[in-house]
């Protein structure tokens, strides 16, 4: 092996992190090759560098205070799903389903609001149409009290106005 | 003595029992800790992300799913953590910082007894995050360079060029200690 692979492959070695046939290989050639063996010891010694730097002792009483701010968010949280709680009937589930669920959830809810919206409109429109034609059926008889009833002179005018093309009148 | 394991353990914490979250802080306070301290280099810091890690867990106990050991997912909290930490408080820790002891007196420091130990924890400090976290959780936890990748998710290749740069950063400074 060359000793450009082995140099790339020396701290994944340091760190047992190769394949035994690598590593075998891998100490086969710096049984040989001085100059990867120092490269080597130089890695050993940066492991040693921190071994130096020593146990960190856990401050005193870490956990105590831990288990405390634990109990007091756990009776928080109690407190408040007790409040959000109808007749036994809690929203907890909603939060244990997986994301997909949650989101398809979402979508069908969505989907049914606006399809309730797109056919209220349409049901809003067509009454609006009979309302119309209603109020058409109601003037019925009641033509004779406009300002141009029917027979009388000015409606003649209209439709005689409306039948000329304005064109004509300027030639 | 049979010995519960840490999944048996989150499901009873995912019941309500903190019995079990009790032991499951035993179990890990050490770890949580000592890679705070030594990815923020501040002993108030280190323990006020440490306390966050348990109670983050504690909470997500309800959804906890062990996919990965509960180990790999402990660092990974206290990584984003620290991750965090460093941007709001002191976003120079993420690249190097200057070579200068840190300003306030720590528990560390008063640990530290001997002058190469300082220079050493001053050599670490100095490295950027992703090394600095991939150089502590491989040598200090043992994690290996698949569970560290998991932890800091990114690449296998990645964590492997974090800990070589580490190590050619800290054999640069401290070359000069025998």
């Given amino acids: ?171 | 003595m049979t010995v519960i394991s840490d999944d048996q353990l989150m499901q009873a914490v995912a019941h309500g029992d903190l019995d079990a979250f009790n032991k499951i802080v035993l179990r890990y306070q050490h770890h949580a800790w000592r890679t705070a301290c030594r990815l923020l280099g501040d002993a108030m810091e280190a323990e006020d992300v440490a306390q966050e890690t348990f109670l983050k867990i504690l909470k997500a106990a309800p959804r906890y799913r062990p996919t990965a050991s509960f180990r790999t997912y402990l660092y990974t909290i206290v990584y984003r953590l620290c991750l965090d930490t460093c941007k709001k408080s002191r976003p120079s820790l993420m690249d190097t910082i200057p070579d200068r002891p840190s300003a306030s007196p720590s528990a560390v420091d008063n640990l530290v007894s001997k002058e190469c130990g300082e220079e050493i924890r001053h050599a670490l400090e100095s490295l950027p995050l992703n090394q600095r976290t991939a150089i502590i959780l491989k040598h200090d936890e043992g994690l290996s360079y698949a569970e560290i990748a998991q932890v800091m998710d990114t690449s296998l290749k990645s964590v492997e060029m974090f800990i070589r740069r580490a190590r050619e950063n800290l054999q640069s400074k401290l070359s000069h200690l025998k």
């Fill in chain 1, 1 to 171: 092996m060359r000793c450009k692979k082995v140099l790339s492959h020396l701290n994944a070695y340091a760190d047992h992190e190769l394949s035994d046939r690598l590593s075998r290989e891998i100490d086969d050639h710096l049984r040989d090759c001085g100059m990867c063996r120092i490269q080597f010891k130089r890695i050993l010694q940066v492991g040693a560098s921190l071994n130096a730097l020593g146990v960190l002792p856990v401050p005193v009483g870490f956990a105590e205070r831990i288990m405390s701010e634990a109990r007091s968010r756990v009776l928080l949280g109690a407190e408040k799903k007790s409040f959000f709680a109808w007749d036994g009937f809690s929203l907890q589930w909603l939060s244990e389903l997986s994301v997909p669920v949650r989101l398809a959830a979402c979508t069908m809810v969505l989907l049914a609001f606006f399809l309730g919206m797109t056919m209220s409109r349409e049901i809003s429109l067509s009454g609006n149409n009979q309302a119309t034609a209603s109020r058409e059926t109601d003037m019925e008889g009641f033509e004779w009290f406009s300002p141009s009833p029917p027979e009388s002179l000015e409606h003649t005018y209209m439709i005689l106005a409306s039948s000329f093309d304005v064109g004509d009148m300027t030639r």
